[in-house]
């Protein structure tokens, strides 16, 4: 079986929820969600784990995710993202605090990833299938360059009860490829039941129910970290003044299928996901997660004589 590495983005702050999101454990032994991911992708044949982090609590990481904790199963590495790690020619702009982005923090894993590759957020549970269907396309692509993929969630399975959520809005051409993916911001579903989304110029707008959606739950080979440094220097050209840019997954891919420069297939699902966006989030999930255990999707205990998370 082709080798296969899945990278986990882990290097947010938590800001909304009020805590390192990450490694808060909600499961009944005190796993994370990321205990979950991992369960879920070496079930699907993943055997390196690669944690995308800030070196502000690298330590944490470190101690609690091991490869022991997974049962020597897979290989971990950790990389580091962080407002200066920018390209030779560039610095951070007075001012800047906010992140560069979810594809800055991919393109953190290069040194380290030489072989098809998933990426994931921490804090997201995509469910098995979804590693599933994703980790049989990344076998086909061994000694292949920009073909890609995407796990796209139906809309309705993707929002959040406690407050508004961003998710890249999807469309696709008749051959199940990606043809457009906009990140779009401010998504909820209103009392009258509709889901709507807000532009910055505060223009509502409705999106179906069965809207496909990217979770950043996509697939690659290495060739798309040679595609990222070309294209993020120009963003760095581009936002030298907004100081709230970010680059994004989704604005990378956009730029590649555009410009036809790859292909990204769209392996839909019609999983729900959650995760822990808001604090208010944590009972959904727990109970959720319970759910599953009782249905046998998960044993109820993952990993043997392991700390918990935090």
Known sequence: MPSMTLVVLAAGMGSRYGSLKQMDGVGPNGEAIIDYSIFDAIRAGFTKVVFVIRHSFEKDFREVFTPERFGNQVEVEFVFQELDYLPDGFSVPEGREKPWGTNHAVMMAKSVVHEPFAVINADDFYGKESYAVLGKYLQTLAGHENRYAMVGFQISNTLSDNGTVSRGVCAEDANGNLATITERHQIERRKDGKI????????????GE????????????????????????????????NL????????????????????????????????????????????????LIAAGEYPSKLWAGTPAAR
Request: glycine residues 4%; proline residues 7%.
């Open 244 to 291: 709230k840019a970010e680059f994004y997954i989704p604005l990378m891919v956009d730029y590649l299928i555009q410009n036809r420069l790859a292909q990204m297939k769209v392996l839909p699902t019609a999983a729900k996901w959650f995760g822990v966006t808001y604090k208010e989030d944590r009972p959904m999930v727990v109970e959720r997660i319970k759910a």
């Open 196 to 207: 709507v989304y807000v532009d910055p110029d505060g223009t509502q707008h409705t999106l």
């Open 210 to 241: 069965t809207t496909p959606v990217s979770m950043n739950m996509f697939g690659f080979t290495p060739d798309y970290f040679v595609h990222s440094e070309g294209y993020f220097r120009a963003f760095l050209e581009e936002n030298a003044s």
